[in-house]
């Protein structure tokens, strides 16, 4: 069995910093793409930045150059450094990993979720 779990999220003011860390765990062969969504109250989750096994990186427009992903492969973690936060950042923020898994004799690759962990930034 996999788990994500987040941790780092809080209530920030605006200009401030977190850093947001999600850990897999479990019976994992390997980890392929990680990343990390959001989801404002009212509006649909959106990507918000991700990371390949390699390491390249692709960001939405609306974090780029405020927002840092990276990865620890050796300790399956991946972290989202967020800067300069904004009060439109404010969501409920979700990690995302693929995951290579045994069953028997065939690895396969699923898609897990963590629970979220909220980001608020006030004014």
């Known amino acids: 069995q996999v788990q994500l779990v987040e941790s780092g999220g809080g209530l920030v003011q605006a200009g401030e910093s977190l850093r947001l860390s999600c850990v897999v765990s479990g019976s994992i062969l390997s980890i392929n793409g990680m990343g990390w969504y959001r989801q404002a109250p009212g509006k649909q989750r959106e990507l918000v930045a991700s990371i390949t096994s390699d390491g390249s990186t692709n960001y939405v427009d609306s974090v780029k150059g405020r927002f840092t992903i990276s990865r620890d492969n050796a300790k399956n973690t991946v972290y989202l450094q967020m800067n300069s936060l904004i009060p439109e950042d404010t969501a409920v923020y979700y990690c995302?990993?693929?995951?290579?898994?045994?069953?028997?004799?065939?690895?396969?690759?699923?898609?897990?979720w963590g629970q979220g962990t909220q980001v608020t930034v006030s004014s």
């Open positions: 995302n990993s693929g995951v290579v898994v045994r069953h028997g004799i065939v690895a396969s690759e699923y898609i897990y």
